[in-house]
């Protein structure tokens, strides 16, 4: 993503100079002297972002309720990380504590933070205010939500990649990701133990729109046979990118880096990993990770000494979803080709121990249609 021009980054307008927030001193928020005669002296003590960590004080005094949930919520956290990475980590706590240090240093970065979203892009993507330091009540989908999510869910939605269409919501509707993720979302739930994105109660689900196709309710006679049994993107869904080996250090100057293989597209079902009251799919969309064994071995070797706790392929809800795909064009098309499910073939053979609630097997595959 392009950055912002550096006088844009930082040039305030007349709009927010007049508006609410506007009309409270810089410094009440930012920090700073504002008696100071210089630049320099003027800055010291300046905190860019005054919503990060903590936006109770910055927001709390107006949006005490919000505030009170963001600094909690999955964007501020992270938290899924910390709980995915603790599962496969050594339970050696002297080698347990370098591998939390390198997660810091590499997998808290991407935070987000109501600075983040409604005044400026993410300090990710190097910053810059979004109207001239005017708040804005909803995000930008294209200068903060795909500014993080943008190599797979952005790319996706949009039909960037390649010989790919984009999602029917982007193309036909021009929805964006606000439509379906809501403000509730956004700010969390206010709950702490998440095991995941799609663990929190407020969460999309394409049954708030599509109330033709309810279990029980529909007409669509496939809606009907595989209501309950396969999720929506098994047969809505296209191809996606999976990527692979993730690996993180420090470069000669002190910076960290991460290098990942090139990624894939592909698409695969396998069994759903973890079926729950929300997700109680037999068969679901899955996506490989970029997670590995020595993702960390920069920093100390064997800290995810149990790797094969979690999954390599995981659960996955593509945004490129379309009425006919290839594999729903006809019933044949998915029952009876074994090409479309993840297969023991289909993992490497390092990881078919982290996968096996994933992998279909042979007796599990749908058999062709008997005519």
Same mark, same amino acid.
């Not at 005017?134 to 500014?147: D, G, H, I, L, Q």
């Not at 999720?231 to 100057?253: A, F, L, M, P, T």
């Given at each position: @993503?392009?950055?912002?021009?550096?006088? !844009?980054?930082?040039?305030?307008?007349?709009?927010?100079?007049?508006?609410e927030?506007?009309?409270?001193?810089?410094?009440?928020?930012?920090?700073?002297?504002?008696?100071?005669?210089?630049?320099?002296e003027?800055?010291?003590?300046?905190?860019?972002?005054?919503?990060? *960590?903590?936006?109770?004080?910055? $927001?709390?005094?107006?949006?005490?309720?919000?505030?009170?949930?963001?600094?909690?919520?999955?964007?501020?956290?992270?938290?899924?990380?910390?709980?995915?990475?603790?599962?496969?980590?050594?339970?050696? &706590?002297?080698?347990?504590? &370098? !591998?939390?240090?390198?997660?810091?240093?590499?997998?808290?970065?991407?935070?987000?933070?109501?600075?983040?979203?409604?005044?400026?892009?993410?300090?990710?993507?190097?910053?810059?205010?979004?109207a001239?330091?005017?708040?804005?009540?909803?995000?930008?989908?294209? =200068?903060n939500?795909?500014?993080?999510?943008?190599?797979?869910?952005?790319?996706?939605?949009?039909?960037?990649?390649?010989?790919?269409?984009?999602?029917?919501? #982007?193309?036909?509707?021009? @929805?964006?990701?606000?439509?379906?993720?809501?403000?509730?979302? @956004?700010?969390?739930?206010?709950?702490?133990?998440?095991?995941? +994105?799609?663990?929190?109660?407020?969460? *999309?689900?394409?049954?708030?729109?599509?109330?033709?196709?309810?279990? /029980?309710?529909?007409?669509?006679?496939?809606?009907?046979?595989?209501a309950?049994? !396969?999720?929506?993107?098994?047969?809505?869904?296209?191809?996606?990118?999976?990527?692979?080996? $993730?690996?993180?250090?420090?470069?000669?100057?002190?910076?960290?880096?991460?290098?990942?293989? *090139?990624? +894939? @597209?592909?698409?695969?079902?396998?069994?759903?990993?973890? *079926?729950?009251?929300?997700?109680?799919?037999?068969?679901?969309?899955?996506?490989?990770?970029?997670?590995?064994?020595?993702? #960390?071995?920069?920093?100390?070797?064997?800290?995810?000494?149990?790797?094969?706790?979690?999954?390599?392929?995981?659960?996955?809800?593509?945004? =490129?979803?379309?009425?006919?795909?290839?594999?729903?064009?006809? $019933?044949? =098309? $998915?029952? /009876?080709?074994?090409?479309?499910? !993840?297969?023991?073939?289909?993992?490497?053979s390092?990881?078919?121990?982290?996968?096996?609630?994933?992998?279909?097997?042979?007796? +599990?595959l749908?058999?062709?249609?008997? &005519?």
């Amino acid at each position: @993503m392009a950055p912002v021009e550096s006088h !844009l980054k930082v040039l305030v307008g007349k709009e927010f100079l007049n508006s609410e927030h506007g009309k409270i001193e810089c410094v009440n928020c930012h920090g700073g002297n504002s008696k100071a005669q210089g630049m320099k002296e003027a800055h010291q003590g300046i905190i860019r972002d005054p919503t990060y *960590p903590d936006p109770s004080e910055a $927001c709390g005094e107006c949006h005490e309720a919000t505030a009170k949930t963001s600094k909690i919520s999955l964007h501020y956290t992270l938290a899924p990380y910390q709980t995915i990475v603790g599962k496969r980590a050594t339970k050696d &706590k002297t080698v347990f504590d &370098k !591998l939390a240090q390198a997660q810091k240093k590499h997998c808290t970065y991407c935070h987000s933070s109501c600075g983040q979203c409604h005044v400026s892009r993410p300090i990710s993507v190097e910053g810059g205010l979004l109207a001239k330091h005017r708040f804005v009540k909803t995000p930008s989908m294209e =200068n903060n939500c795909t500014a993080c999510h943008g190599s797979r869910v952005g790319m996706e939605f949009q039909g960037k990649n390649s010989g790919i269409p984009a999602d029917v919501h #982007f193309a036909s509707e021009a @929805m964006t990701c606000t439509h379906c993720h809501k403000a509730d979302e @956004m700010h969390g739930d206010g709950k702490t133990d998440h095991a995941d +994105r799609y663990d929190q109660s407020n969460g *999309p689900q394409c049954l708030n729109c599509h109330k033709d196709v309810v279990p /029980g309710k529909s007409k669509n006679e496939f809606h009907k046979l595989h209501a309950g049994k !396969l999720s929506c993107q098994v047969c809505h869904s296209v191809q996606y990118k999976n990527c692979y080996r $993730c690996h993180v250090g420090i470069d000669k100057e002190g910076l960290p880096y991460y290098k990942n293989e *090139p990624s +894939r @597209m592909g698409f695969k079902i396998g069994l759903n990993p973890n *079926p729950t009251a929300k997700k109680p799919y037999r068969f679901v969309t899955v996506r490989h990770i970029p997670i590995d064994l020595d993702l #960390f071995k920069y920093y100390v070797a064997e800290g995810l000494k149990d790797f094969n706790n979690l999954p390599t392929w995981k659960y996955t809800t593509p945004h =490129n979803i379309q009425l006919v795909t290839p594999q729903s064009e006809k $019933c044949e =098309n $998915c029952h /009876g080709n074994p090409k479309l499910f !993840l297969t023991i073939e289909d993992v490497d053979s390092k990881e078919r121990e982290a996968n096996k609630g994933v992998i279909v097997p042979a007796n +599990r595959l749908p058999g062709p249609i008997k &005519k």
